[in-house]
């Protein structure tokens, strides 16, 4: 395996609640275990998944996992969360042990929240994804969706779900490995195939 191809690092976690809005504080958390996570600009997080159980809470469940998506060479430099304890706004969450998932070609692709610099226009916002998907070399069809928003420090960042479609082999293993917007430490801009 090629040591700059970029896979899905995948861990379980373990514990009982996160707030939905948990990217900034996981951004933070793993930081505070790897100190190189804060600069390391390579790598992409997945917000943690787990079941609604209303006033902003998920429930872990034993498929909830901690993914990150990050080049085959970098794999041992992050490894070691596995077995680690992350602290999330009160909440705390055991890291497991970790299995690679390859990236696999999807004609479309959706990311549940990406974020720009000024995106809370929304027409702005499309320009810069627009701008670039053209230096990325992707020609698929873009499709704005829900406005969202998520906490950084005491700011609210806005941001949208986004869904491209129509994109060849190439393209869609470009968009995942790269991602669009920004924050994607903090689980933005990362690319899954859509399911419809």
């Known amino acids: 395996m090629q040591s700059d191809l970029k896979v899905d690092l995948c861990f379980q976690v373990l514990g009982k609640t996160i707030p939905v809005d ?47 998506r990050l080049a085959v060479g970098r794999i041992p430099e992050y490894i070691q969360l596995a077995g680690k304890q992350l602290k999330i706004l009160g909440h705390n969450l055991t890291v497991g042990v970790p299995k690679t998932k390859a990236l696999i070609p999807n004609v ?35 499709s704005v969706g829900e406005r969202k928003t998520f906490r950084v420090h005491v700011k609210q960042v806005v941001g949208y779900t986004l869904l491209v479609s129509e994109l060849n082999a190439g393209e869609s293993i470009n968009l995942q490995e790269n991602g669009l917007g920004g924050r994607r430490k903090m689980g933005c801009g990362f690319f899954e195939p859509f399911a419809g």
């Open 22 to 68: 948990h990217g900034f504080a996981l951004h933070g958390a793993i930081s505070d275990v790897l100190s190189h996570f804060h600069e390391d600009q390579a790598v992409g997080l997945k917000l943690i998944r787990g079941r609604y159980i209303g006033d902003g809470m998920l429930d872990i469940s034993p498929n909830s996992e901690l993914v990150l």
């Open 108 to 142: 479309a692709l959706y990311s549940h929240l990406v974020t720009t610099r000024n995106g809370d226009v929304q027409e702005r916002f499309e320009k810069e994804i627009a701008k670039q998907m053209v230096n990325l070399n992707i020609q698929g069809k873009l």
